[in-house]
């Protein structure tokens, strides 16, 4: 079964801008990752943040985690029409690999 | 970084017929990988983890009768789909733990295989 839902289901925004994706989870977690997916392929992983953290960054992207809430954000800033994809976040429970996934928010971003 | 391939990356079949689709570890070894299963417009579902050396443990709702998986060595998993039927059409995604029989926090997922039943 899904873990949560992400929203917006769909975002489309101009070059230059940022844009941020939203998902929330049911279950307590040992950690939140988000994906990347082109059309058509396999996932990319972006970034991982535990549920000790609250925000993490990797080059453009930052990630926070409310564990209260049981949400998590991800921001991608100065957005490019290659980041043109489908982004997942999915939460692993035990720390056993099992990934549950959100139902992901495709993001088109026009140059 | 680590690598998981998958074959084939497409397969068309008939209604019936057993479609047995491979997931290897390039550079790392993995006692376990984890099949994945993606509809249409849909997010990932989890069918079942694949364990090297014992049976593998599948989800609720996932027929393990009707998806055979064999981890034949610690670098490759098969996902076999039998008596596939036209709602088998799917895209099937493995992964594997970047570190192998450590941490399993970053999974590295191969390319897919997309699944068409006729």
């Known amino acids: 079964s899904q873990q949560g839902e992400e929203d917006p289901q769909a975002l489309s925004i101009q070059e230059g801008e940022n844009a941020t994706m939203n998902c929330s989870y049911k279950?307590?977690?040992?950690?939140l990752q988000w994906y990347r997916q082109n059309s058509g392929r396999g996932l990319v992983h972006l970034i991982l943040?535990?549920?000790?953290?609250r925000e993490k960054h990797s080059g453009r992207l930052r990630v926070t985690l409310d564990t209260s809430k049981k949400s998590s954000s991800l921001l991608i800033t100065a957005s490019r029409a290659a980041d043109t994809a489908s982004y997942f976040c999915?939460?692993?429970?035990?720390?056993?690999?099992?990934?549950?996934f959100g139902q992901g928010t495709t993001l088109q971003v026009k140059p | 970084g680590a690598v998981v391939s998958q074959h084939p990356s497409r397969v068309i079949c008939k209604s019936g017929t057993s479609v047995k689709i491979e997931c290897r570890s390039l550079?790392?070894?993995?006692?376990?990988m984890f099949w994945y299963r993606q509809f249409p417009k849909q997010s990932l579902m989890l069918m079942a983890t694949?364990?090297?050396?014992?049976?593998?443990?599948?989800e609720q709702g996932v027929e393990k009768d009707k998806f055979l998986i064999n981890h034949a060595s610690l670098t490759l998993s098969t996902l076999t789909v039998t008596s596939a039927h036209p709602e088998d059409s799917s895209f099937y995604i493995c992964?594997?733990?970047?570190?192998?029989?450590?941490?399993?926090?970053?999974?590295?997922f191969g390319p897919g295989t997309r699944l068409l039943v006729l």
């Open positions: 279950t307590s977690i040992n950690n």
């Open positions: 992964s594997a733990p970047g570190l192998a029989g450590s941490t399993q926090e970053t999974q590295y």
């Open positions: 694949s364990n090297e050396g014992s049976k593998a443990t599948y």
């Open positions: 943040i535990r549920s000790n953290e």
């Open positions: 550079d790392f070894q993995a006692t376990t």
């Open positions: 999915a939460t692993d429970q035990a720390n056993t690999g099992k990934l549950i």
